[in-house]
Each structure stands twice: as structure tokens, then as C-alpha cells.
């Protein structure tokens, strides 16, 4: 089993729709949570960490649920320029070494 | 400057050639990391530095050689290199110690390598 894992994607939506993605991750030590995102053949930026409590910016909310090992990311009022892949990343465990999901691809379409 | 710099962004050479890749962060971080990844793949981690040390090597060939003279500087020293390793090779560097929220990961803009 992979230690972290995504929705494989790609997600087509229209500009203005809510989407969701998921993440789980197998390694119950694992402390700090985040979503990044990756643009094409650019570097993965941060999109946002993700706190036990749940947190929102803007049109992003991210949960974590710490029992079954999930985290969420929802999307709400999709622009255009939401359009790129979506990166669970774990960290915590022996090394505290940040852990990447494979990545979900997002096109928002006019 | 600011964030993390990585030099050249692009490179092209050939399987006999020896070259290297160049990181420099300007935020304070102690951990530096390389990962590679390759065309619709997901992000391998390949070494990492904390303080100045390596804690970690992937199982990395040996071609491909780290070297951290000091918390703000990585290289990826690269010789005999195959077509297959041929990918982004991104540089990040981030605190170490406590996993927290605040403790991010920040990427450089890469290296795009071409191996002939």
C-alpha cells in the first residue's frame, strides 16, 4: 500500500462547480498535513496546511479526520485558473520526511 | 534574492558528460531535499540534508552524487547519467526537527535535465 494516496483523477468540472478530492495515508504516526499545487512544469506550491479542527481560505477548506486517516480538500466556485494538480502531502513518522501523493489533476473548463 | 534558487533550469548533456545542479535557500531553513520527477509521475525523494547531513538516500544511484557544504547550499553532482534519468530534478528545503503546520516545504523552480 502506498503511504499516501488520491483520488486518481483527472477531475473535468465548469467554472463556478464545487470539487472535492480525497487523501488517505497509511502511516498513523504522521503529524503535519498539507495540500500543494503544481502547475504545469512548474514546482508544487503551497496551497494550504491542514489543521485537526479543519481550516478554510477563501474558496478552499481542508479537513483532516486523524481516525481514518483522511484528508479532504474542497474547491468551491471553480475559476479557470484553479486548473493544476493537487498534492496530499504527509509528514511525521521516523525522518519526518514530507511524504507526496501521486497528485490529482483539476481542468476547470469555461 | 529570496525563497529557494536553483541553477541551470534547463540542461541538456550527453551520458559521458559530468555536470552538476546547483540549490541556494535564502530562508533560514536547516533541511535541504532533492526530488526528481519524471513525466506523469509523482515526486520521488531522492536525499536529504539536516544540518548539513545526509539522513536520507533513496536507494539514489550512485551517478547521481549530493554534496551540502552548509545549510543554504545543495548540489547534485550528475556523471554517467542514462536517458531514463532524463526529468525535473527540484530542490526544497524546509525547518527541521517538530512536524508542525507551520514547518512548510518550499520549492525551487527546478532544473529540467535532458539526457542524450
Redesign the interface.
Known sequence: RKEVEQDPGPFNVPEGATVAFNCTYSNSASQSFFWYRQDCRKEPKLLMSVYSSGNEDGRFTAQLNRASQYISLLIRDSKLSDSATYLCVVRGGRGQNFVFGPGTRLSVLP | ETGVTQTPRHLVMGMTNKKSLKCEQHLGHNAM?WYKQSAKK??E?MF?YNFKEQ??NNSVPSRFSPECPNSSHLFLHLHTLQPEDSA?Y?C?S?Q???????????????S?LTVL
Open positions: 531535499y509523482p515526486l525523494l536529504v539522513t536520507e525535473l527540484l526544497a524546509s527541521a526537527g517538530t512536524a508542525s503546520g507551520a514547518n512548510v516545504l518550499t520549492f525551487g523552480a527546478g529540467r
